[in-house]
């Protein structure tokens, strides 16, 4: 994220009797940019909630002057938490919260205040959102007692919006994905596949009357528990997946919601940890994982591999940048054998909504090579490509540039 000063669009209309002309406007928003001072040349004064938004975008991103003294000057925040849960309590009054939560994001980056997300009065003052739930996972370890409930409300509701926007989608995909090809002649009534019916039917097609006369039925054949489908997901817990962690977690509580999916989910850096038993919560599995740590991609598939119990029916999908510290032809060896084997391999370079990731392409080429293509993936394409492993299909694999 740039660090020059954001004015966002929703900005709000100056204060003062009278709308300004054209000119006055740009003369107003160029002197938000430039965040005044002797050098930003407009002659635009600010007053009211416009000199109000101005000390909270100059909070941020106000650039070092050189006062008389000599000694250097900025305009940032400082380590006080009062301050600056005043400058957050500001800026959900002057900007909506997507701007506010890019604000809050570049003060994280920009000042150091990751440190005082650990204090409970000023957790309740941010907006949430994947990326603060990211930061507080990687300060897990050393929140004090006091905050960690707080912590756990914060991340529970970013948690909560992200199944609600999530969860219905997935189902519907993997329901229609799973044992498509086994059909049944005389389904029950919520087993009848309409749109393979009414295509077997259409010569039966009355136009008279505007309908098809479905003759024969097509439905889904149920699916056993003895041959469920299984999928594991290897999550890479680094601290450069962050956001990947977030989504894999609470699509790893929709899939284990599933009685006919068998999932299992491990969270790796230099050891391996398996949070299978904690999917019937995501919160929980979140506070399972130790971000920050190095990476051993190889031992996690290794312990991938162990639990593989019938490769035909198994889908591994590996989450992570592919920077390895392991043994990286072991790596790629494992890869092959599980291929080998019958089962379907993915590997995602990312699954978040932030656009291309970094990631180290001389891996991604070689698990290519062995058949396993390796992308990035958003959240809202992660249900196609779940239904399209299930399946053995091609994946819908997008341009990650």
Not at 83 to 100: E, K
Not at 109 to 119: N, Q, S, Y
Not at 334 to 348: C, K, T, W
Request: net charge neutral; with cysteine.
């Amino acid at each position: 994220m740039t660090v020059e000063r954001q004015v966002p669009r929703a900005a709000g209309k100056p204060d003062g009797p009278g709308a300004p002309d054209a000119a006055g406007e740009r003369l107003r928003r160029w002197r938000l940019v430039l965040g005044g001072g002797g050098a930003d040349g407009t002659g635009h004064e600010l007053v009211g909630r416009d000199a109000a938004m101005d000390g909270a975008l100059g909070a941020l991103y106000g650039k070092e002057e050189k006062p008389a003294s000599g000694r250097d000057r900025s305009a940032g925040l400082g380590a006080s938490a009062p301050a600056v849960a005043r400058w957050l309590g500001d800026i959900r009054t002057y900007f909506p919260a997507s701007v506010v939560r890019v604000m809050q994001r570049d003060a994280i980056d920009r000042l150091g205040l990751a440190t005082l997300l650990l204090e409970p009065e000023l957790l309740e003052a941010v907006e949430a959102d994947v990326h603060l739930v990211g930061t507080l996972l990687s300060l897990n370890r050393a929140m004090p007692e006091t905050t960690r409930e707080t912590a756990r409300a914060v991340v529970r509701k970013v948690v909560q919006e992200l199944e609600k926007r999530l969860a219905t989608r997935t189902r519907a995909a993997l329901t229609g994905a799973l044992d498509r090809g086994a059909r049944v002649t005389r389904p029950r009534h919520g087993d009848v596949d309409w749109n393979r019916t009414i295509a077997a039917n259409l010569k039966h097609y009355l136009p008279e009357h505007g309908t098809v006369v479905p003759e024969r039925l097509v439905g889904h054949g149920r699916v056993s528990p003895s041959v469920r489908k299984e999928v594991i997901l290897c999550i890479d817990q680094s601290g450069s997946m962050a956001s990947s962690v977030v989504y894999a977690s609470v699509f790893g509580a929709v899939l284990a919601s599933m009685r006919s999916i068998a999932t299992r989910l491990v969270v790796f850096d230099t050891a391996v940890a398996d949070l299978t038993d904690r999917l019937d919560d995501p919160v929980d599995v979140l506070f399972g994982t130790r971000l920050g740590g190095g990476t051993d991609i190889n031992r996690a598939l290794s312990y991938c591999q162990s639990r593989i119990t019938r490769p035909a029916d198994t889908v591994v999908v590996l989450i992570s940048d592919l920077y390895e510290g392991g043994i990286r032809d072991e790596m790629l060896k494992r890869v092959a054998a599980m291929r080998a084997s019958g089962v379907r391999f993915v590997a995602l370079l990312a699954l978040s909504d932030e656009g291309a990731p970094a990631y180290d392409r001389e891996h991604a080429a070689a698990l290519a090579a062995l058949g396993a293509p390796a992308f990035a993936c958003t959240p809202e394409l992660f249900p196609e490509v779940m239904a399209a492993a299930l399946e053995k299909r091609p994946l819908p694999i997008p341009d990650v540039g």
